[in-house]
């Protein structure tokens, strides 16, 4: 079983910043991409950001040009920049994997999520 390990929510004005990481927390044989999805109340979970492990990205269309998604391969760690955020991004992030480990099966992991509010 592989964990996913996030950090970095919290409450922020509308406008400010926040930066999100998420590691693998055990060596693993590889990952092929890693990204970060959100779900707000009464919603279904969408993505956010996603990058391969050749560092790829692609973005959903209301974080374009707001959000940048990074990695330090060396550390298994995803990372999530926010900026200019607005009140329609709350809601809990998850960070997802897709991971392959030493016995060469590959599997799809979630994190336990993190809550991120933008408010007033």
């Known amino acids: 079983q592989v964990q996913l390990v996030e950090s970095g929510g919290g409450l922020v004005q509308p406008g400010g910043s926040l930066r999100l990481s998420c590691a693998v927390a055990?060596?693993?044989?590889?990952?092929?991409?890693m990204g970060w999805y959100r779900q707000a109340p009464g919603k279904q979970r969408e993505l956010v950001a996603r990058i391969t492990n050749s560092g790829s990205t692609n973005y959903a269309d209301s974080v374009t040009g707001r959000f940048t998604i990074s990695s330090d391969n060396a550390k298994n760690t995803v990372y999530l920049q926010m900026n200019s955020l607005k009140p329609e991004d709350t809601a809990v992030y998850y960070c997802n994997a897709e991971v392959q480990d030493f016995s060469l099966m590959v599997q799809n992991y979630w994190g336990q999520g993190t809550q991120v509010t933008v408010s007033s």
């Open positions: 055990r060596s693993v044989f590889n990952i092929y991409n």
